[in-house]
């Protein structure tokens, strides 16, 4: 199972689906592109089932880093 968890400004969680799909999942974290309604920053995360976490930090100037 791969879950995607989205969390405004260091806030808790805003948002988060399940994927049964691998594919689906990567393509779903992928268009997370913007601060959406945060005021600073928001987390991505996608969680696979082996335990390993992606995450996406994008700013408010629209800087993206990915862990």
């Given at each position: 199972?791969?879950?995607i968890t989205v969390f405004y400004d260091g806030?808790?969680?805003a948002w988060s689906h399940d994927?049964?799909?691998a594919l689906e999942a990567f393509e779903s974290f992928a268009k997370?592109?913007?601060i959406g309604f945060a005021?600073?920053?928001k987390t991505v995360n996608l969680s696979m089932p082996t335990g390993k976490m992606y995450t996406k930090v994008i700013?408010?100037?629209g800087k993206v880093t990915i862990k």
């Amino acid at each position: 199972m791969y879950k995607i968890t989205v969390f405004y400004d260091g806030n808790g969680m805003a948002w988060s689906h399940d994927y049964a799909d691998a594919l689906e999942a990567f393509e779903s974290f992928a268009k997370f592109t913007d601060i959406g309604f945060a005021n600073e920053y928001k987390t991505v995360n996608l969680s696979m089932p082996t335990g390993k976490m992606y995450t996406k930090v994008i700013d408010r100037m629209g800087k993206v880093t990915i862990k």
